[in-house]
């Protein structure tokens, strides 16, 4: 158990519906990523948290969205799926908002878009 | 995109052999981390080494780093069959938060 605690640890959904992915950070950590691992992508950044702020943006799409709650924890939300966005959506935490510590990830929740 | 590239893809040794895996990335960096992925399970982080940093001993890791090339090596001695995994490397790019992955380094170790 590395700490970062990720629900639901799979979820298979419709084209065209809404879904949620949760992250609760390692305790201490304030910051909260997202990335997305697929076969052809590789492992993508999505974006980034500190403290309920967002620090960073990678490759997210308009159709995603999260946010940072005064607890902590972080959600992921997945908008009018498509079959692409089938992947493995990783959650990962750290103490500061840099790079200069190791990310803590979470086992991941696989997401299939059908 | 990806920052990092891993060398070689693939890598099938047995088990006691040493494995070297490369990594090349593009811009200057912080740092450089070396993480484990288990099938289908979540990165471990292994070892961190600074831009001001050559070399790193962590167990039976050794990374080394050469900004001048934009390079490092990752070396697993006396490799296990507990070893297979993917192994990437991730570049903290200066000025920048986020960590970006390479494309990985399958290893299978047989016993």
């Known amino acids: 158990d590395s700490g970062v605690t990720q629900t639901p640890k799979h979820l298979i959904t419709a084209t065209g519906q809404r879904v949620t992915l949760r992250c609760s950070p390692r305790s201490g950590d304030l910051s909260v990523y997202w990335y997305q691992q697929s076969l052809d992508q590789g492992l993508q950044f999505l974006i980034q948290y500190y403290n309920g702020e967002e620090r960073a943006k990678g490759n997210i799409l308009e159709r995603f969205s999260a946010q940072q709650f005064p607890d902590l924890h972080s959600e992921l939300n997945l908008s009018s799926l498509e079959l692409g966005d089938s992947a493995l959506y990783f959650c990962a935490s750290s103490i500061g908002t840099g790079d200069r510590y190791g990310y803590t990830f979470g086992s991941g929740t696989r997401l299939t878009v059908v | 995109s990806q920052q990092g590239e891993e060398d070689p893809q693939a890598l099938s040794i047995q088990e006691g052999e040493n494995a070297t895996m490369n990594c090349s990335y593009k811009t200057s960096i912080n740092n450089l981390q070396w993480y484990r992925q288990n099938s289908g399970r979540g990165l471990v982080h292994l070892i961190l080494?600074?831009?001001?940093?050559r070399e790193k001993h962590s167990g039976r890791l050794r990374v080394t780093l050469d900004t001048s090339k934009k390079s490092s090596s990752l070396l697993i001695t006396a490799s296990r069959a507990a070893d297979t995994a993917s192994y990437f490397c991730a570049t903290a790019r200066t000025g920048f938060q986020k960590l970006v992955f390479g494309t990985g380094t399958r290893l299978l170790v047989s016993p």
């Open positions: 080494i600074r831009s001001n940093e």
